[in-house]
């Protein structure tokens, strides 16, 4: 296979000794890409037990184990490995994530153009038994198969690209950045990343939004793409197929749109949101409805609804007041809403 154009640092973020076996498959897997990157770094955060567990396990397998020397939570955590990062690509892997063969390679392709700047790729639910009636879709039991409400637990949700596209912003679970983003913008915005279980998010949308504004600004062409062919397989697990987390993390959802609408302005933090509620939702609904799974039905209207009720929250006053862009774009007017 010829090599890819860029080198890569691939970044395992971790927190919990709950996760060890995800933790040791995601690992493993990076190490049997066909691509090698040059180098992987663990970053835990604020887990002295896991720290120590980690760096025994993986340090003599070449892996750099490092706390996280931010403020706790996955940004925090993530903005450590930027830090430290020695790839001309940033790549993050979740912890409970396993990279299928091919995937470093496919991600890493598109970088032979220069004015592509954030490359993201396909996360497949791997559910305890089948696919929940609480996170429907229209192949249920097509391990493959999307379901409208996928992003809900971290996966590629009905809707997107099925070919390489660009798109507006990148999932967590499988993404990758040029190490110059992060030069030029800054990190992640620690305010509204995950703390251990806590459901908020959006981190990434608010980064791939700031970069492209930031980008546009200076007169520079920016692509952010999703290529379908860099596939990793994302483990679910029990808690997150029950209703409790369904509407906590709908809720925390449009919270996290309002504090992303805060520092980006409304028209981009909600443009890829509008068209999945106009198009994609009303046809699941419809599709559950007529095959008789009502209660599928009301989980795509109960998540939406939540996540209207939470974002309509979260632009009450004060409530995103202590959302704060990262230090190298604070400086620089924000888009009004």
């Known amino acids: 296979m010829d090599s890819p154009a860029v080198t890569a640092t691939v ?20 190490a049997a890409q066909d691509v090698t990157p040059a180098e992987t770094l663990v970053i835990v955060d604020h887990n002295p037990a896991l720290l120590s567990r980690a760096q025994q396990e993986f340090g003599p397998r070449g892996v750099r184990v490092l706390p996280n020397a931010h403020k706790q939570g ?86 997107q690209p099925l070919r390489q596209a660009e798109v507006r912003n990148l999932m967590g679970c499988n993404m990758s950045f040029r190490r110059e983003v992060f030069e030029r913008v800054g990190g992640f915005a620690e305010d509204i990343g995950r703390i251990g279980k806590n459901p908020l998010g959006c981190e990434e949308t608010e980064l791939c939004i700031r970069a492209r504004q ?51 302005g409304s028209d981009d933090a909600l443009s890829t949101e509008r068209s999945y509620v106009a198009r994609v939702l009303p046809t699941a609904v419809l ?34 007041s202590g959302v704060r862009l990262p230090a190298a774009e604070a400086s620089r007017p924000q888009t009004g809403d």
């Open 11 to 30: 970044v395992v973020c971790v927190y919990t000794e709950k996760r060890w076996d995800d933790i040791v498959a995601a690992v493993g897997s990076v």
């Open 214 to 264: 930031h980008y546009h600004r200076a007169g520079e062409k920016i692509r952010i793409l999703f290529e379908p062919a860099a596939v990793v397989d994302h483990r679910v697990s029990r808690d997150r197929i029950e209703w409790a987390y369904l509407r906590r993390r709908s809720w925390a959802e449009g919270l996290s749109k309002a504090a992303v609408s805060k520092l980006v």
């Open 74 to 159: 996955l940004s925090g955590a993530r903005n450590t490995a930027i830090a430290e990062a020695t790839g001309d690509v940033v790549v993050f892997l979740d912890d409970d994530a396993a990279a299928r063969p091919g995937w470093l390679a496919a991600l890493l392709a598109p970088y032979s153009d220069p004015t592509v700047k954030a490359v993201g790729g396909v996360a497949h639910p791997r559910w305890p038994v089948n696919r929940p009636r609480v996170l429907p879709g229209a192949a249920p039991y097509d391990p493959n198969g999307t379901g409208e409400l996928d992003w809900i637990v971290g996966c590629t949700y009905t809707g």
């Open 287 to 320: 599709r559950e409805l007529k095959e008789g799974r009502v209660s599928s039905a009301a989980a795509v209207v109960t998540a939406l609804a939540c996540t209207t009720a939470g974002y309509v929250r979260g632009k009450l006053p004060g409530a995103t």
